[in-house]
Structure formats: C-alpha cells, structure tokens
C-alpha cells in the first residue's frame, strides 16, 4: 500500500520558520523524484521544490528561493522541506509528491496545512 505522509504545518508568525516532512512507504522511494507543491485558495497547485533521486538535482520556484530547502533521506524514505523566513503568501496546504512518468504511478500525500499570519 502505497503511503505518502505530510507531517510538521502549522500557524507560525511572518518571518518564522517550518520544517514540514513527507513519510513515505509501499514504494522503491530511491528511484523517485520527490516534489513538494503547494495550493493556495483560489489558486493553482503550483511546483515548490523538486529534488533528485539522489539529492543531487534540485529546483525551486522563484518565490521561495533563498528561503526553502528541500532535502531527503533514502535511508529514512523521507524528504523534508525547511522553511525560513516565512511570508503571508506562503499560506497553503503543502503536498508531498512521488514523479513517474506513467500517470498511474504519481502519488500524493494528503496536504498539511501551512499558516503564516500575525
């Protein structure tokens, strides 16, 4: 059974930091690309952070750049996203992804909530 498990959102101040993770179980988690995306209300899910098998490829989108890190952990079947210096506008629900080519086989965490408000 495949399980992709979001865990670590929350409410946090402007210009706090998160470090949200993504269990992940029921697949040969080394031969994925792992992404985190987000989607806003109203808005598009949009691409956050994408890193390699081996953690050797990384992407960011420009609005988080110098703010986020993505990183994983092939021992663990984790990826975590390290989130600093947060803004309003990174409020979202975050969601864990697994990349394959064949559609059938891109998974989806359930989301976890991210706040950033005074």
């Known amino acids: 059974q495949v399980q992709l498990v979001e865990s670590g959102g929350g409410l946090v101040q402007p210009g ?14 080394s031969t994925r690309t792992m992404n985190w995306y987000r989607q806003a209300p109203g808005k598009e899910r949009e691409l956050v952070a994408r890193i390699g098998r081996r953690g050797d490829t990384l992407h960011y989108a420009d609005s988080v750049k110098g703010r986020f890190t993505i990183s994983r952990d092939n021992a663990k079947n984790t990826v975590t996203l ?3 210096s947060l803004k309003p506008e990174d409020t979202a629900v975050y969601y864990c ?14 989301g976890t909530q991210v706040t950033v408000s005074s």
Request: hydrophobic content about 40%.
């Open 16 to 29: 706090g930091s998160l470090r949200l993770s993504c269990a992940a179980s029921g697949f040969t988690f």
């Open 97 to 110: 992804n697994a990349e394959h080519s064949i559609m059938e086989f891109i998974y989806w965490g359930q």
């Open 82 to 84: 390290q989130m600093n």
